[in-house]
């Protein structure tokens, strides 16, 4: 388990194990799901964001 701080501008430092793991490197975005009561944080893809965008413009 790795764990990481919330600083004073609510921003998060993803410890390096866990981007070596997801294959982010910086520039990269990243996509917080809600899975069975927890958040799972996952390496976002072209996908994900314009499944967001399609969401957001309908409303969703």
């Known amino acids: 388990m790795e764990l990481a701080k919330v600083t004073g ?5 993803i410890p390096k194990v866990i981007r ?3 294959g ?3 520039g990269d975005h990243v996509a917080f ?3 069975f009561g927890q958040i799972v944080i996952v390496k976002a893809t072209v ?3 314009r ?3 399609g969401m957001e413009e309908n409303g969703t």
């Open 9 to 13: 501008n609510n921003h998060i430092t």
């Open 51 to 53: 499944t967001k965008e």
């Open 33 to 35: 799901i809600e899975e």
């Open 24 to 26: 982010v490197k910086v």
């Open 20 to 22: 070596d793991k997801l």
């Open 47 to 49: 996908t994900i964001e």
